[in-house]
């Protein structure tokens, strides 16, 4: 079984910070990409912002510039940290990885059960 879990949503308010953390764990043999993505009251999901195994990133227009995803792979780990926040980014932040496991086969992609990011006008 693999497991992604997510830390360091909460409350902040409007052009404040906030880091947010997620460590997988379980039969992960490699990671490829890693990305978070969030989901806001009443609308779809979306892409956040993606990170590859060598680094290459990818970011939403919404969160340029404000916004940076790293990992330490040594960890299976994925950060988000986010400046300047506003409270268009009030949203359950997921976690996703595309990864290999133990068990062979194709990769999969898992997902975290969300952390709550609320930012206050």
């Known amino acids: 079984q693999v497991q992604l879990v997510e830390s360091g949503g909460g409350l902040v308010q409007a052009g404040g910070s906030l880091r947010l953390s997620c460590a997988g764990s379980?039969?992960?043999?490699?990671?490829?990409?890693m990305g978070w993505y969030r989901r806001a009251p009443g609308k779809q999901r979306e892409l956040v912002a993606t990170?590859?195994?060598?680094?290459?990133?990818n970011y939403a227009d919404s969160v340029k510039g404000r916004f940076t995803i790293s990992r330490d792979n040594a960890k299976n780990t994925v950060y988000l940290q986010m400046n300047s926040l506003k409270p268009e980014d009030t949203a359950i932040y997921y976690c996703?990885?595309?990864?290999?496991?133990?068990?062979?086969?194709?990769?999969?992609?898992?997902w975290g059960q969300g952390t709550q990011v609320t930012v206050s006008s």
């Open positions: 990170i590859t195994s060598g680094g290459g990133t």
């Open positions: 996703n990885a595309n990864l290999w496991t133990y068990f062979g086969g194709n990769p999969i992609d898992s």
């Open positions: 379980g039969s992960i043999f490699s990671i490829n990409t």
